[in-house]
């Protein structure tokens, strides 16, 4: 095997805070059953995390995850996973960033970070080929993302150096606060900013001048070109190209009624307040030029400038379609607003999901009189109030008045408030979330099962709103229907996608360059499959590379199981898209069934081989994948079921 030579850089960097200690460890002993990234991540929270540790404490591990294929000429190769134990729910959280940090990070001779312990005084991590340093970093602390990575460029004197680095929400401990990559990218979920924080590393720079080698040069170049042939042929990367998630992300999920708005009263936002905001605005006023991640050729990032109005001057990049909805969340139709949010989130550190659930959580209280201008500190919280909001976001940050109830998420923070506010406190697993699914079945399992707690960039399949017929839904799937109002089958699309997107973040490559957003295009798991037997001289296929994926998520769930004793509760969806109906648009009247849920969760439960009782996995479903010491650590804390 020449997994130590060839693909991986072959080495884990370990950083002990507590002892101000660096040490480094071979990586192969992870290859063979993780890859790379976020499923070798998993296998070292699983193996290094104690039960009963606790999100800040220091022996919570920090990890950071370079791709496999990562530092290589495969197209869009250059994501970052990023894992802990999740400051909102005590359990998994795993997040994934773009940029040219993980590059990097291998040309630099490492594969994955490991951080342990945590500092006395505030430090940052500097890293190259010559050597590893632990640096003071009292000068950084309070500083933004921006100014702390632009004092690190001047500081180490190299302006092509790469950062992974928080904010002050990171610093203080605010439970959404996310990690910077490259001033704009974001490993934003489940609050690894406030991790880094609490073990007070302020920053990690790196700088490689390395190589990754190949094993079989001419086979991986075929590879390449015909994943690059795959995604410059595909109609949807065009689409992507010209407007990003911006474009793809913005009307037709309305449409399908992704959008959660008002904090959930509605599913569907009104057609002349998203025209405010959609893209063709940006593009006409605002958009002034397109980069790309890391060996991307769709570059679907876009900056924008504002040269006029409250909230310029303004140069901003890297805006999704995340912002938009988080727009309708709030219902804020007001354009310019967009970036400046989205540049006080990059600059303080902090998810996006998490601000705009907990500012619409807040409006809410304000609109049903549970606060007033006293509470909010004079601020008017009504819908739509966009100076507000960036207000509020400044008082989360720092912790100020009400902003320091709303740093601890929803579900917290309706426990402490009390008075009915916990009905419309939208969580998963006390994760904060912004999507909405109350007319799209498999979209919502996938949100609602996501190891992280709500998203859907775990299991949350796309093609049910995509318009696929059914016969694609038969012949890929085993599943009657892509039709988004249907249970039956939908556990057998999403279980395929749980495994299909942990493959995506170990190996490397984004999202939008896979084919989950368009079957049968872009690049699908047999052109990974090439990729990676060349690359690595170890030979795989389509399906070891599933079953890799599903190790991968279920090591997730383990850790979920065994610090934070998720059971089958967790896997219900909040209350109001059980008993409130969407209100307006094509799909008015839909909500969930309970008892239609429970019955998809048995499937789900059946296909992973899980007990339906309490949703816990069985020794024997863990050691067919290969995991008999997660059985082992699951049964020696009684959460093994017989």
Not at 8 to 14: P, S
Not at 151 to 178: K, Q
Not at 417 to 435: L, M, P, R, T, Y
Request: net charge negative.
């Amino acid at each position: 095997m020449q997994s130590e030579s060839y693909g991986w850089a072959g080495k884990i960097l370990r950083v002990d805070l507590s002892e101000r200690s660096i040490q480094v460890e071979p990586l192969d002993a992870y290859t063979d059953r993780f890859l790379g990234g976020r499923a070798i991540n998993m296998a070292i929270l699983l193996n290094e995390v104690p039960p009963g540790t606790t999100p800040f404490d220091p022996e919570n591990r920090l990890v950071f995850g370079a791709g496999t294929l990562c530092g290589t000429l495969a197209p869009s190769s250059g994501r970052l996973t990023v894992a802990c134990l999740n400051a909102q729910t005590g359990g998994v959280c795993s997040s994934n960033s773009g940029g040219h940090f993980a590059p990097e990070l291998k040309y630099a001779g490492y594969d994955h970070i490991i951080v342990q312990g945590a500092a006395e005084d505030p430090v940052y991590l500097w890293i190259t080929d010559q050597g590893v340093e632990l640096r003071d970093a009292n000068l950084l602390w309070g500083r933004d993302t921006w100014e702390t990575h632009a004092w690190l460029v001047d500081e180490l004197g190299d302006e092509h150096l790469h950062t992974a680095l928080i904010g002050p929400a990171g610093e203080n401990l605010v439970r959404g606060a996310c990690i910077v990559v490259d001033r704009t990218r974001t490993a934003a979920r489940g609050g690894l900013g406030a991790v880094m924080g609490s073990k007070k590393l302020k920053a990690i720079a790196v700088r490689g001048r390395g190589a990754i080698r190949v094993a079989e040069a001419e086979p991986f170049m075929q590879a390449v070109h015909q994943a690059w042939w795959a995604l410059a042929n595909s109609g949807p990367q065009g689409l992507e190209h010209k407007g990003g998630s911006h474009l793809v992300g913005s009307k037709p999920c309305n449409s399908a009624s992704l959008f959660s708005v008002r904090n959930a009263q509605d599913g569907y936002w009104a057609e002349e307040k998203i025209d405010r905001v959609d893209y063709p605005v940006f593009e006409a006023q605002y958009e002034k030029r397109r980069v790309a991640n890391f060996a991307c050729p769709t570059y679907c990032s876009h900056v924008n400038e504002l040269k006029f109005g409250r909230y310029a001057p303004l140069v901003d990049e890297g805006m999704e379609a995340n912002a938009v909805w988080g727009a309708a969340r709030l219902d804020i139709d007001h354009a310019p607003w967009l970036p400046k949010f989205h540049a006080m989130l990059s600059q303080y550190g902090v998810d996006n999901d998490f601000a705009v659930n907990v500012i619409g959580w807040a409006m809410e209280l304000y609109e049903k009189g549970l606060i007033n201008q006293r509470d909010t500190g004079g601020m008017d919280l009504s819908w739509g109030n966009h100076k507000s909001a960036l207000e509020m976001l400044e008082k989360i940050t720092y912790r100020q008045g009400l902003g320091d109830l709303l740093a601890e998420g929803v579900m917290r923070a309706s426990q402490q408030f009390g008075q009915g506010s916990e009905q419309f406190a939208i969580h998963v697993k006390g994760a904060d979330f912004i999507e909405e699914f109350r007319a799209t079945i498999g979209w919502g399992l996938g949100v609602v099962t996501a190891p992280r707690g709500g998203g859907h960039l775990d299991g949350a399949p796309l093609p049910e709103t995509m318009g696929y017929p059914d016969i694609l839904a038969q012949r890929l799937f085993d599943a009657p229907t892509f039709d988004p109002l249907v249970y039956d089958g939908k556990a057998k699309i999403v279980k395929w996608h749980e495994s299909y997107k942990n493959v995506i973040d170990s190996v490397g490559l984004c999202y939008f360059a896979s084919s989950w957003n368009s079957i049968g295009q872009r690049i699908g798991l047999p052109e990974i499959a090439c990729l990676v037997s060349a690359a690595t001289g170890r030979e795989t296929d389509a399906a070891e590379l599933l079953e890799i994926g599903c190790r991968s998520h279920n090591l997730q769930k383990a850790i979920n199981t065994l610090h934070a004793g998720f059971t089958r509760q967790d896997d219900l969806p909040p209350r109001r898209f059980l008993e409130e109906p969407i209100r307006s648009g094509p799909f008015a009247g839909a909500r969930l069934d309970l008892q239609k849920w429970n019955r998809l969760l048995d499937d789900y439960y059946e296909l992973h081989g899980w007990d339906l009782d309490t949703g816990w996995q069985t020794r024997s479903c863990l050691e067919e994948l290969g995991l008999e010491s997660a059985a082992d650590q699951l049964e020696r804390v009684g959460r093994l079921p017989g």
